[in-house]
């Protein structure tokens, strides 16, 4: 697998309620990644960026939302988002520089 495609794959974490619950109770992370990624792809970026060992990874479409822009109907784009569990001893740092 190329390099610098796994440098492309992780758009950005995903930061919400639910989000932050499941990386405290469960070591689960969420992350939105590109729409042709897989799994695979995905954990091999995750631990090569992370220096982390993935235990498993859920990924889930999300369809974008229809939105009004004036007279105008438009749509949000869809987008992938990937739930990571990281096995034991393992975490993430995403708030490292702030």
């Given at each position: 697998m190329n390099q610098e495609r796994l440098l492309h794959i992780l758009?950005?974490?995903?930061?919400?309620?639910?989000?932050?619950?499941?990386?405290?109770?469960?070591?689960?992370?969420?992350?939105?990644?590109?729409?042709?990624?897989?799994?695979?792809?995905?954990?091999?970026?995750?631990?090569?960026?992370?220096?982390?060992k993935v235990n498993s990874i859920r990924v889930c479409n999300m369809k974008g939302k229809t939105k009004r822009f004036g007279r105008t109907l438009g749509r949000q784009q869809d987008w992938k988002k990937a739930y990571v569990t990281l096995a034991a001893g393992s975490e993430i740092d995403l708030h490292e520089n702030a």
């Open positions: 758009k950005a974490p995903h930061v919400s309620e639910k989000s932050s619950y499941g990386s405290e109770a469960n070591r689960q992370y969420v992350f939105e990644v590109q729409n042709s990624a897989n799994k695979t792809e995905i954990k091999k970026a995750i631990e090569a960026l992370f220096n982390v």
